[in-house]
């Protein structure tokens, strides 16, 4: 089978019962993509397959062929980041930082959707990325801000 | 997880012969069926890929305004389906479900064949589903619990969108090696106290091809309601569905009171439907749709719950 | 480096509060006196709004996390649990495990050393490790685990405070008696008894606080490597050197043999504060397979058996005057600890927030056959706290009091359990910036959103002692191009810790902030530090970071004027670079350390001693707003205003992250979050996040959090004091009194459920809508 992996086309032929968590962090080394709870309970896992956000906790790989996988490691670069990742360390919104990938590629999901997204959106979007530390103002405010800074950056 | 196999067919007839082998599960979103496998209610051989058959994957207007839904329909996107805009309620109802992560992985029949979320049953102690005799929660922690007993195991079924199609009288297209069958949404869950394998009737190679909707259940007045602990990305304690159709006809159902949807009684419905119902009338209506509850010793809210969706639900939809 | 005011280094004793409990300490006194940074004191870098100097990392997925690393040859380990509360193991069957291929090897109780405590055959709780198997892969250690048949003998467990006192059997071999102590904990100042005769209102309340789990997202973790007779071990925990220990006292090593390394960890709020099963699982299976192996507990086992902070049940009588004195608090409570843990009484509190001349505790702890318990923030605060300020509600009902004008009455100006003043109290000004900000005065004109939904608020309050504490140390050392690294054997929990230290030695060294970066979290690489726990890492640490900073820059200005050929005493240093008063003439720092080749100046710094006689506590008030839909019994809320007085903020950013996570953590423990519990078959039901639920954005009310200016010059040199702890403590009491407020009854059990809610109201009084 083939996928698109952050842009690139991987083939792969893991056994059926492999998911693509399993196949992210264990296979190819994509350890960006956390392991909270592997019961698609708190979000930690959260990547894009075709633009739309799942918990690759309970998505198998092979569910995955054709289609196009994002990871936080697809997203941007210490040395250019996302805006959105831009956005999270100018607002403090990370505290311990292990849901933070999660709750960026929920995020990508919602601004991919609605470019000037109300503060209901943008939690009806993160509603399923739980967050033990506490952070959700300053992530919902992070997304608030990235929005901004995405449209400028479109229009200008 | 123990190994298994995938299969993606090349068309339904291939899938259906692929599940006609034994060992075989279709597999949706996958959310519950790996649940399932991980906890050891579940142990396929191979799983079969049911979302991208073209006959699962589509939704179709019918020339009369009827709306056939593919059971390989994801539930993000049933939520925003612009077939589905003459149904609100079933649009409500898949917004409802879970968060944005699992109505995009889960699909339409995968959310209607889920199994129980109660957590004797996913911890398979004192579960006659596991080989247990009768239902642990009875005497011990039910507080999520069904106040409608209808036999021996008293979970509350999860699924928000049963509930939706309860009240727009939706059939469901099941198919197999061996035929098709019509069911009744309710009929689907018959027994879902009593049956051991699953919470519906679906036979191990029956696969849900697709949900009928009725031109006659389009429009009129729609409504839902979720009541949940969190502000989301949780279960139902009680949820309520209710439509009055363009014909005035009434229908109330309610989720996380029963081991199914759950159905007010008619009498109740034809109430509602007589319309010019004061505050007095509809309490007394509200109580008398759960005049048959069951609750156990620590859920008897549900109860007052679900009365206070039935109000809710009888004056949004009243005239 | 020639210093004429150092003297040699001597050791005195000093006292410390670690979560309530007070410790002596021996300390090092510090080399050179250092004038504490008071409120006054111009500070460029302390005080700013800093970003965090890993959260760009955290955005990119690439803060190294335990289970992030991955070494060569690295195998997995999986723990086998027991499925039964009491009893003990029969037999052990592992050979379906072994024919796995994949699996490397299993290991049970016979193959661990005896000091680990690992695997022990009689089983006490449920969840208790009895086995574990490593393999090549995870999921391949996870279905061989499944494999393992471990025979048990089952035996009656005990899981009530009431069972345990009655019981015949003990809950664990090697107790004496069930109940901690042997019986209740009393603690009494004052006459109790005879103050309650003479009272002229008293109110009686019970309550009871359910059973709360950490659930950090992150589960425990460790990896293991071996080289030779050393051996280092990646740990996700909040006290690497207390890891250490554990380690090397475990499997018989000496710390120099053992080095634990957290780079990045994601929450503890806790429970990580010990090495743990999964960590001597690893360690042992390293050793004996000769290549890296990684034990992660999975999230069953996390919430089972990774510490909670237990239920307790309350009575509370409070008598005080008619116009509101406080004259006798009486406490009974009880608190099913598990199987084991340490006094974290809910009874402290009560001797500490409200003046009050009689106050009486007792509390009986008593073991129980579940998971051990763990320090969950504010341990025993967070629940007392419930009790008392709902026992306060009563009262200010009672007397016709708002409840705010009653606690303003009996504000504590000292310390009463130990008799002595705090370095500050600053209360009374938190009541009143927090009553502005919510609008108290103007609450009823706040109108609920729908006809069957009430409006309702609630105040509650807060100490802790945050004054921390030695030992404490940190090195700073200059390189030659001039940047400087702080060298400190911390961690940082998500806290900010690391951008913390390099803003205060920043200041101290008076260099740019980029150029100074903070090296934590390796037992090799820095000096010792304590555990983060109690809130004391800010107050404990900075102090010698500052210290170290400031030795540093001393030889740095000795180097300086040697080059400038001037007095030191004419050398001052601002972002970075030395300059002389009444010349023009300045040097980069890089400068100077370039000339030095390769001499490295190196600062070392210790956490002077506490002050004597004196307490030190963080206080502070917190108010919620919140609706309750009468029909249905769902809470929401709406909004909480908190208002705390830490002593200096070292980061306000940091500082109002880490108070929103308090409070939100609160509002779980208010609202959402309790262990269910099978009594019968003694069996945690609640195996994952969604059966345990912690908030979700969409249950975050609006925060305005916010903390009075100032500093502690009294307490240490930063003047800072901590703020993780006292977030949460005020938030479920606040709650508990808006709910309370909106039904006209209260709920006297948390969390605060449909059922709870609907429970109460059948008692409530009718009231209709205007």
Redesign the interface.
């Known amino acids: 089978m083939r996928l698109t992996l952050n842009g690139r086309p991987v083939d792969v032929d893991p056994p059926g019962e492999t998911t693509l968590l399993d196949f992210l962090r264990d296979h190819r080394g994509l350890t960006g993509t956390k392991r909270g709870c592997d019961r698609a309970e708190c979000g930690t896992c959260t990547v894009l397959l075709d633009g739309a956000p799942v918990y690759s906790c309970r998505t198998l790989v092979h569910r995955c062929a054709g289609r196009a996988v994002e990871t936080i490691e697809g997203l941007g670069t210490v040395d250019a980041p996302h805006l959105l990742q831009e956005a999270f360390v100018a607002e403090d919104a990370t505290q311990c930082g292990f849901c933070t990938p999660g709750q960026i590629m929920a995020a990508v999901a919602v601004l991919a959707r609605d470019a000037d997204p109300t503060d209901e959106q943008i939690i009806a979007g993160l509603s399923g990325n739980l967050c033990r530390c506490g952070t959700h103002p300053k992530i919902v405010r992070a997304v608030r801000r990235a929005a901004a800074a995405m449209r400028t950056a479109s229009h200008g | 997880m123990t190994g298994f196999a995938y299969h993606r067919p090349s068309s339904l007839d291939d899938a259906l012969a692929a599940l006609a082998e034994p060992g075989s599960l279709p597999i949706g979103g996958g959310s519950d069926l790996l649940a399932g496998i991980e906890e050891g209610h579940a142990a396929p051989t191979r799983v079969v890929e049911l979302e991208r058959i073209p006959e699962l994957a589509t939704i179709t207007t019918q020339a009369d305004g009827g709306v056939r839904i593919g059971g390989g329909v994801g539930i993000a996107l049933l939520a925003e389906a612009p077939e589905l805009s003459a149904f609100p309620v079933l649009r409500a109802a898949c917004t409802a479900v879970g968060s944005p992560a699992l109505r995009a992985m889960g699909t339409l029949g995968g959310n209607l064949a889920q199994r129980q979320r109660c957590w004797y049953f996913r911890s398979r102690v004192g579960c006659f589903k596991h080989g247990g005799t009768g239902c642990a929660a009875v005497d011990g922690e039910h507080v999520y619990h069904a106040i409608f007993a209808s036999g021996t195991c008293h979970a509350a079924h999860p699924s928000d969108p049963a509930v939706a199609l309860l009240v727009l009288d939706a059939r469901v297209e099941v198919r197999s090696v061996r035929g098709t069958r019509m069911l009744d949404i309710e009929a689907l869950y018959e027994g879902a106290a009593e049956n051991v394998r699953s919470e519906t009737v679906l036979a191990g190679d029956e696969v849900i091809v697709a949900v009928h909707l009725d031109a006659a259940a389009r429009d009129g007045a729609q409504h839902w309601e979720k009541l949940t602990q969190r502000g989301a990305f949780d279960l139902a304690l009680v949820s309520c569905a209710g439509v009055r159709r363009t014909d005035g006809s009434v229908r109330i159902a309610l989720g996380g009171v029963a081991a199914g949807p759950w159905r007010a009684p008619h009498s109740v419905e034809e109430d509602i439907a007589s319309g010019g119902l004061d505050e007095e009338s509809i309490e007394a209506l509200a109580a008398r749709a759960t005049y048959d509850a069951t609750p156990l010793a620590g859920n008897a809210y549900k109860v007052q719950m679900a009365e206070a969706a039935i109000r809710r639900a009888a004056k949004t939809i009243a005239n | 480096m020639a210093d004429p005011t150092k003297t040699p280094p001597r050791f005195v004793t000093t006292t410390v509060e670690v979560e309530g409990r007070t410790e002596e300490r021996v300390v090092e006194v510090p080399a050179f006196p250092i004038e504490p940074w008071g409120p006054e004191a111009q500070l460029t870098h302390v005080g700013a709004r800093a970003?965090?100097v890993?959260?760009?990392?955290?955005?990119?997925?690439?803060?190294p996390?335990v289970?992030?690393v991955?070494r060569p040859n690295q195998a997995y380990a999986a723990l086998v649990r027991s499925r039964i509360a009491r009893g003990r193991v029969t037999a052990i069957d592992t050979t379906a495990a072994r024919a796995l291929p994949g699996v490397l090897d299993i290991i049970t109780h016979a193959d661990v050393p005896a000091r680990t405590r690992l695997f022990l055959p009689e089983i006490t709780y449920f969840g208790q490790p009895l086995a574990a198997v490593c393999a090549t892969?995870?999921?391949i250690a996870?279905?061989a685990a499944?494999l393992i048949r471990i025979e048990t003998e089952r035996l009656p467990h005990i899981m009530t405070v009431s069972e345990a006192e009655t019981s015949e059997t003990l809950v664990r071999p090697g107790l004496s008696h069930n109940l901690m102590g042997g019986g209740p904990k009393v603690v009494e100042r004052g006459d109790v008894t005879a103050a309650l005769a003479t009272a002229e209102v008293l109110i009686t309340r019970e309550v009871r606080t359910p059973c709360a789990l950490?659930?950090?997202?992150?589960?425990h973790a460790a990896v293991a490597e071996w080289e030779g007779d050393r051996v280092t071990v990646w740990e996700s925990t909040q006290g690497i050197f207390r890891v250490r220990d554990n380690v090397a006292k475990a499997f018989g090593l000496s710390l120099a043999q053992v080095r634990v390394i957290c780079e990045?960890?994601?929450?503890g709020?806790g429970a990580k504060n010990n090495a743990g099963a999964h960590t001597f699982v690893a360690v042992a299976f390293a050793k004996r397979l000769g290549h890296a192996v990684a034990c992660?507990v999975?999230?069953p086992g996390e919430q089972i058996d990774t510490g909670n902070r237990p239920s307790t049940w309350q009575r509370v009588t409070i008598a005080a005057t008619h116009d509101g004195q406080l004259t006798a608090i009486d406490l009974e409570a009880t608190v099913p600890l598990g199987i084991a843990g340490w006094e974290e009484s809910p009874g402290d509190i009560y001797h500490e927030l409200y003046a009050c001349p009689n106050v009486r505790t007792s509390v009986r702890i008593a073991y129980v056959n579940t998971g051990a318990m763990a320090a969950f923030r504010a341990p025993g605060h967070a629940e007392g706290s419930v009790g008392l300020e709902m026992g306060l509600n009563a009262l200010a009902q009672a007397l016709g009091i708002d409840p705010l004008t009653l606690r303003e009455r009996n504000i504590a100006t000292h310390d009463q359990r130990r008799g002595r003043p705090y370095t500050g109290n600053r209360l009374a000004e938190c009541y009143a910036e927090g009553a502005r900000r919510i609008g108290w005065t103007s609450r009823a004109t706040r109108t609920a959103s729908a006809p069957?939904r009430r409006r309702g608020f609630g105040v509650a309050s807060q100490v802790w002692s945050t004054g921390g504490g030695p030992p404490a140390y940190a090195t700073v050392r200059l390189n030659p191009d001039g940047t400087a690294e702080v060298l400190a054997g911390s961690q940082d929990?998500?806290?900010g810790t690391r951008t913390i230290l390099a803003q205060v030695a920043a200041e101290a060294l008076g260099h740019r902030l980029d150029a100074v970066r903070a090296v934590i979290g390796d037992t090799a690489t820095g000096p010792y530090n304590g555990n983060s726990w109690g809130s004391m890492t800010v107050a404990s640490l900075t102090p010698a970071v500052r210290m170290a900073a400031e030795e540093a820059r001393r030889a740095l200005l000795d180097a300086a004027a040697g080059i400038l050929t001037v007095a030191v005493d004419r050398l001052a240093t601002h972002e970075g670079r030395i300059t002389v008063r009444d010349d023009e003439r300045s040097l980069a720092f890089g400068e100077v350390t370039a000339k030095l080749g390769n001499v490295m100046i190196q600062g070392h710094g210790s956490r002077g001693p506490n002050p004597d006689a004196v307490g030190i506590v963080t206080t502070g008030a917190q108010f919620a707003e919140v609706e309750v839909d009468t029909?249905?019994?769902?809470v929401?809320v709406l909004r909480i205003v908190a208002v705390h007085d830490a002593g200096r903020i070292v980061n306000p950013?940091?500082a109002?992250?880490?108070l929103?996570?308090?409070?939100?953590?609160g509002l779980g423990y208010a609202?959402?979050e309790e262990r269910?519990?099978?009594v019968?078959?003694g069996?945690p039901?609640?195996?994952?996040?969604?059966?345990y639920?912690?908030?979700?954005?969409?249950?975050?009310p609006l925060?305005d959090g916010h903390f009075l200016e100032g500093a502690d010059p009294q307490a240490n040199t930063v003047g800072a004091r901590g703020i993780a702890e006292p977030a949460i403590i005020p938030t479920a009491p606040a709650i508990a009194g808006a709910v309370a407020d909106a039904l006209g009854v209260e709920v006297p059990d948390l969390p605060l459920?449909?059922?709870r809610v609907?429970?109460a109201l059948q008692h409530a009084p009718q009231r209709h809508s205007p």
């Open positions: 970003s965090r890993d959260g760009l990392l955290k955005t990119m997925g690439r803060a996390y289970t992030d991955r892969t995870p999921a996870e279905a499944a950490h659930s950090a997202l992150e589960p990045a960890m994601g929450g709020f992660v999975d999230r069957h929990l998500g806290t029909e249905t019994g769902v929401r950013t940091l109002e992250s880490q929103e996570g308090g409070i939100i953590q609202c959402f269910p519990l099978d019968r078959m069996r039901l609640a195996l994952g996040l969604h059966d639920k912690i908030p979700t954005h969409a249950d975050i925060i459920t449909p059922w609907l429970a």
